[in-house]
């Protein structure tokens, strides 16, 4: 059984770099204080950290772990294993299954901390897909819904599968966005929805959806029909978030092409970002639009990594944004191939999320205009006509009950910044640090790579490589320390047969990272 590691590493910046910033040596794996986790099989799936107190919430196979920020156990909850079999619906805690029952695991899906009623949302992969609510203090169980079918978010047992983001409101409840693989079940599980995040942790209403009547629901549904073409169609949510009056996620998900010069058609995988408007209770704003980069000639398609964040002074002046405008930054590995072969080429690459908005706006505005076709061949309106309408497409636009759901054929191309080939990249995190924004990006063989993105390639320094594990790779879920002294990695394929967390430097290292965190200025912004 092989280990996962969960670390925290100094966010302590060379001062020795090349003139050209490339292929920097690794540098020795430093000192780690560790944290040893309850049992072999207890991988580490999802973590996050609360931005009030610094403590470190990790979800893992059958435990929820609340950690200080130096990694010292202080609470563990224990969320499984439980008789249960996959083929049971409604699970076997609603009603009574045939399906034999075996002692099964609980892969950790989604972990949300709901910061308005000082809660943790985790939810695994045992009985379809519920969700723990536990108080933050002391994971003490508020709530645990399961007896109505939209309490079953997702029958599917991998951990990064699943995506939620919260929207808060100061004068009622919130709402969850929930994400979700459907493993071939779409007549069980929307692809995506909106619930509702009631105060009370048991309330009747608790994940419900945010509108339901006869013909309309706040949920978009693959039809099933969609599977007699791509037997194993799926969505995969990769990265979700909000921004002003939108929520975006970042999937991959597969399509039928034809290569150039063939009459047959093969299944490749491409990148496309979804956007809903918060207040879009009936989903007519979905808008899908494909996403990738390319370098030189290579198509770099099947998206990894994202992590959105801040343009800072200098990026922003050679994008020609402003230094508080969204920045997507995103790991894509080369080609459109099944997702489960990525190909170790991979490329760093940023997108402006105005510019993204800004190309769906033309969309919709082409489409009211009676341009084209609906062009969402997964949803089965591919060649639907749009319908012509005289009325104004703002930034904010939220759609109507027509033109909808939309897609976008075109590709928005991402500016490659940074690319590897031989160890590919494979998560991604980024701040803003005295006015220069600054990226971390672990990679397949376990390293850190620490990379200043002051804009083009040629502005792009990669100033440090630190190996942080013995073996790789470095998944996708790290965080900041609430100080951004610390980065959290989780880290898998170890030697020993653990699970284990690991935090960089030695104890009078630990508060004095910032003094040497900025990397070297570039001569140009002396």
């Not at 099947?302 to 801040?310: E, M, P, V």
């Not at 062009?375 to 939220?398: E, G, H, M, Q, R």
């Amino acid at each position: 059984m092989w280990k996962w590691t969960c670390l925290v590493s100094h966010l302590l910046l060379s001062t020795t770099v090349s003139p050209l910033g490339r292929q920097q040596p690794p540098h020795p794996k430093r000192p780690f204080i560790t944290f040893t986790g309850e049992q072999a099989e207890g991988n580490f799936n999802h973590l996050v950290v609360d931005e009030r107190t610094g403590h470190i919430y990790l979800g893992a196979v059958n435990r929820i772990y609340k950690l200080s920020s130096d990694l010292k156990v202080l609470v563990t909850h224990e969320t499984g294993p439980d008789d249960d079999n996959p083929k049971c619906y409604p699970p076997r805690i609603v009603q009574t299954c045939n399906e034999p029952l075996t002692p099964t695991n609980n892969i950790n899906k989604m972990l949300l901390i709901d910061y308005k009623e000082n809660r943790l949302i985790a939810c695994g992969s045992l009985y379809q897909g519920i969700c723990k609510l536990l108080r933050l203090d002391d994971l003490f169980k508020l709530g645990e819904p399961f007896h109505k079918k939209e309490h079953y978010l997702s029958g599917v047992n991998e951990s990064g599968s699943v995506f939620g983001v919260i929207v808060s409101y100061s004068n009622m409840d919130d709402k969850l966005f929930i994400a979700t693989a459907v493993d071939g079940k779409p007549e069980y599980f929307p692809t995506i929805s909106s619930r509702k995040l009631t105060k009370n942790s048991e309330a009747d209403g608790m994940f419900a959806y945010v509108f339901h009547d006869e013909f309309v629901a706040s949920m978009i549904k693959i039809p099933s029909d969609t599977f007699t073409i791509i037997p194993d169609f799926d969505i995969y949510y990769i990265y979700g978030f909000s921004s002003g009056n939108f929520v975006y996620f970042l999937t991959l998900q597969p399509e039928m092409i034809s290569p150039p010069g063939s009459t047959t058609k093969e299944q490749v995988y491409t990148s496309k970002l979804v956007r809903l408007c918060k207040e879009d209770t009936a989903f007519n704003s979905y808008v899908e639009v494909p996403i990738g980069c390319e370098k030189n000639g290579v198509e770099y398609r099947l998206l990894q990594a994202a992590y959105l964040s801040k343009a800072g002074a200098i990026l922003a002046r050679s994008l020609g944004v402003g230094p508080e405008d969204d920045i997507l930054f995103t790991v894509f590995s080369k080609g459109q191939k099944r997702k489960m072969k990525s190909l170790d080429e991979s490329a760093l690459c940023i997108f402006v999320l105005k510019n993204i908005n800004d190309r769906i706006k033309d969309r919709l505005q082409s489409c009211y205009r009676g341009e084209g076709t609906l062009d969402l061949a997964w949803l089965k309106v591919k060649d639907i006509p749009c319908s012509s309408a005289l009325l104004t497409i703002d930034d904010n636009f939220c759609g109507l009950d027509m033109n909808a759901p939309l897609g976008v054929s075109s590709m928005v191309r991402g500016l490659p910044i940074f690319t590897e080939d031989g160890d590919r990249m494979t998560s991604v995190i980024a701040y803003v640090y005295k006015n220069h924004s600054l990226a971390f990006v672990g990679t397949k063989s376990g390293k850190l790579k620490k990379i200043r993105v002051d804009g083009t390639t040629k502005n792009t320094l990669e100033y440090e490589i630190v190996q942080v594990v013995d073996t790789g790779p470095i998944l996708r879920d790290m965080a900041f320390s609430m100080d951004h002294e610390h980065l959290y990695i989780m880290s898998e394929k170890q030697r020993n047969p653990v699970p284990h967390m690991l935090i960089s430097g030695d104890e009078e290292q630990m508060g004095n990272a910032c003094a040497s965190l900025c990397p070297p200025p570039s001569p140009n912004h002396l």
